[in-house]
Every structure is written in C-alpha cells, then in structure tokens.
C-alpha cells in the first residue's frame, strides 16, 4: 500500500504564496506520476498539476499556469507544489495522487493523500 501524506496548507492573503509538499511512503514501477488536485466547497474534485518521476515533465491546469509550479525530489519521494500570486479562488482541500498514465482526470489516479486546506482571503 503506497501512503501518501500532505503538508503545507494554511490561510494566506490573496497574492500570497504558499508550498505544498507530498510524501510517498515509497515508490512502484506502476507509480509513473504524481498530481496535484483541489476540490472547493459545492465543487468537483478538478486537477491542479502532474509530474513525471523520470523526466520531471509537468503539465498545468490552464486556471494555476504560470502562478504554480509543480517539482519533486525523486530521492525523497515528495512532490511540491509552490504556488504563487494566490487568488480567493484557489481557497480549497489540495490532494495529492499517485497515477500510471498522468491523463489528468481523478479516475486516472490510484492512490490519494487525506487532503489539505488552503484558504485564501481577499
């Protein structure tokens, strides 16, 4: 069972800057990327940004492009996300996930992290 664990949340005013990180507890040849999702109160769960673990390729959501940047840290197995420039609109629960194909839609990830809040005030 791969854990995976999310840290870095909090309040921050808007045009602020936050970074998230993820844990894994370990890795699997199966486990080719990792994506950042959120879900806002009343909203789907919608993808934030993916990573690959070999090549570092990352990939955005038109909405967090240009503010956020996905990394990782293979030797750790975390994943970051540094976002900047924080809008009331990113206010929502950040999830972490583990994926085989890096296709950006919830059923294309396996294993999820419990979630961590970010709220941004205006």
């Known amino acids: 069972q791969v854990q995976l664990v999310e840290s870095g949340g909090g309040l921050v005013q808007a045009g602020g800057s936050l970074r998230l990180a993820c844990a894994a507890s370990?890795?699997?040849?199966?486990?080719?990327?990792m994506g950042w999702f959120r879900q806002a109160p009343g909203k789907e769960r919608e993808f934030v940004a993916r990573?690959?673990?070999?090549?570092?390729?990352?990939y955005y959501a038109d909405s967090v492009k240009g503010r956020f940047t996905i990394s990782r840290d293979n030797a750790k197995n975390t994943v970051y996300l540094q976002m900047n420039s924080l809008k009331p609109e990113d206010t929502a629960v950040y999830y972490c996930?583990?994926?085989?194909?890096?296709?950006?839609?919830?059923?294309?990830?396996?294993?999820w992290g419990q979630g961590t809040q970010v709220t941004v005030s205006s």
């Open positions: 990573i690959s673990w070999r090549s570092g390729t990352s």
């Open positions: 370990r890795r699997t040849f199966s486990t080719y990327f």
């Open positions: 996930a583990t994926s085989t194909t890096g296709v950006v839609t919830t059923g294309s990830y396996d294993y």
